[in-house]
């Protein structure tokens, strides 16, 4: 799991001790300083960047709107304000969320949450760039002859004790090849495709919805996320939300 390194901006000192104390309870959240003064913060900032910002708006002399587009690239925002009216102006400087006084942890906890999958999926994307390219294709023995398929033409595949059935675009049936549902795990692109049961593994780019029960709609199937892979696709689906 990441470390993130904080700072706090808001001229109200009882709001800074709330936001402490929250970023104190949160495991992966260490407080690198606070500011009630948002011009020293701004300065301090620049010689020594952090990965979150947790920043008022309405604050005297240089309010959080106009500092947030002074901060370090590598800094991310979220706003804390009473002023509900100013969270379509967050969407602007590319806030990673919103927080609406009076805060409640649970709250802070699922923006801290929101920040902390889109640091490890940066992370992801760096190390990405420094391996091999992706393979793009894949050798598989259907009906005793090696057939080449497209990556981005599956759809999903489909475990059959030994074999699995690989479905895709296009074709009306499946290709069925004798591989364990964990060789083939291992074999498609883990950024791309996901296992969401224990007889199914999905193309991710090929989900056309999800319904509120974690049933997957993609192709002609209706394939229901099981518990013992809920929790990681819920956090892809999170990290491919808008901030709300």
């Known amino acids: 799991m990441v470390e993130l390194t904080c700072m706090i901006v808001d001229d109200e ?12 309870r949160t495991p992966y959240l260490r407080l690198a300083s606070s500011y009630t003064d948002p011009v ?4 301090q900032l620049r010689s020594h960047p952090v ?5 008022d708006i309405q604050m005297p002399d240089l309010d959080g709107m106009n500092l947030s587009r002074m901060v370090p690239a590598e800094t991310r925002v979220i706003f804390a304000t009473a002023f509900k009216e100013y969270a379509f102006d967050s969407y602007e400087v ?14 802070f906890l699922q923006a801290a949450e929101k920040a902390r999958q889109w640091f490890e999926l940066q992370e992801q994307a760096k190390e990405a760039q420094g391996k091999e390219p992706e393979r793009e294709n894949l050798f598989i023995r259907v009906d005793g002859e090696l057939k ?43 950024g791309r495709f996901m ?7 999905v193309a991710l780019d090929k989900i056309r919805s999800v319904d509120r029960n974690n049933c997957i709609y993609i192709g002609k199937e209706v394939i229901h996320v099981t ?8 956090t892809y689906l999170k990290a491919n939300l808008p901030t709300l």
């Open 13 to 24: 000192p009882l709001a800074v001790k709330m936001l402490e104390s929250f970023v104190e």
């Open 40 to 43: 020293l913060a701004l300065s």
């Open 51 to 55: 990965d979150l910002l947790f920043l």
């Open 94 to 107: 590319n806030a990673l969320d919103f927080l609406l006084k009076p805060i409640r942890y649970h709250k």
């Open 148 to 190: 080449q398929i497209d990556l981005g033409s599956i759809l999903y595949v489909a475990g059959l004790k030994d074999y699995v059935s690989i479905y895709m675009e296009n074709e009306p049936r499946g290709l069925i090849t004798h591989v364990t549902m964990k060789a083939m795990e291992e074999m498609l692109p883990a």
């Open 195 to 201: 296992r969401v049961h224990r007889s199914y593994i």
């Open 227 to 234: 518990d013992a892979y809920r929790d990681a696709f819920t």
